[in-house]
């Protein structure tokens, strides 16, 4: 029975392998302007990483829990990202730089996801069930974010570096700050394509300038006023 486990494994680990070479070496050369040649992708950690877990995800799903834990930390020590093996992630994902992200166990990721290096996504405590977060298609978390407990980041979304995000987001939106603030975006182009990191917007200065027009138009109408009084005596 112990040697059926074995090669069972060992067939597991050669299938998710072959099938997820291919695709995760066309993830990394078209999410990495940088790159020069197909093989450049053995060096990136985000490779390897997304190989590791995909074949330690397999192992958590049919309960060798300890084989799991175990491929996904010789893949944390090899390569600084530690991917709970129980977090479920699609496909064409890609991790840039890498080091310090950390998923946790319930955390759902969507597919063409870009995270940045140093990114948290985690919990909150000691919740049970559902407690790490649901990034779904699309979306880019820049580097340094925090996105934290069983909140939902819609679709096409971008989340700004350093920002640390602690309730829903709504799809086509961008985050910034510390808590977090949302921000509509007029472009509906998919961050997680365009890998910018440099335009967010300042929410507190939007409110800062709509503070000023309301300002602006409310000393208009007291001159108007004044005006009026001025005229009337």
């Known amino acids: 029975m112990k040697a059926f486990i074995i090669m069972l494994v060992i067939f597991l680990i050669l299938i998710g392998i072959f099938f997820g070479v291919r695709k995760e070496v066309e993830t990394v050369k078209r999410k990495d302007p940088a790159i020069k040649s197909s093989i450049e992708v053995i060096l990136y950690s985000s490779f390897w990483a997304m190989i590791s877990h995909k074949i330690a995800h ?20 090899l390569t600084g990202i530690e991917i709970h093996p129980g977090a479920a992630i699609g496909h064409g994902v890609f991790i840039d730089h890498g080091m310090g992200v950390v998923i946790g166990e319930t955390c759902e990721i969507g597919d063409n996801v870009l995270i940045y290096q140093n990114v948290t996504l985690g919990g909150t405590g000691k919740d049970i069930g559902k407690r790490h977060p649901t990034i779904e298609s699309n979306v880019m978390v820049g580097s340094g974010a925090k996105v934290l407990g069983p909140i939902t980041i819609g ?6 570096a350093g920002s640390v995000v602690l309730q829903d987001i709504p799809p086509y939106s961008t985050v910034v700050g510390i808590p977090g603030r949302t921000v509509d975006r007029n472009n509906l182009a998919s961050p997680s394509d365009t890998l910018d990191q440099i335009k967010l917007p300042d929410p507190v200065e939007m409110e800062i300038c709509k503070l000023r027009i309301q300002l602006s138009k409310m000393q208009n109408e007291i001159e108007e006023l004044k005006k009026e009084k001025g005229e009337s005596q």
């Open 58 to 77: 397999r192992l958590y799903k049919v309960h060798l829990f300890f084989l799991a834990r175990l491929i996904s930390q010789l893949s944390r020590w």
């Open 155 to 160: 679709h096409d979304s971008k989340i700004g």
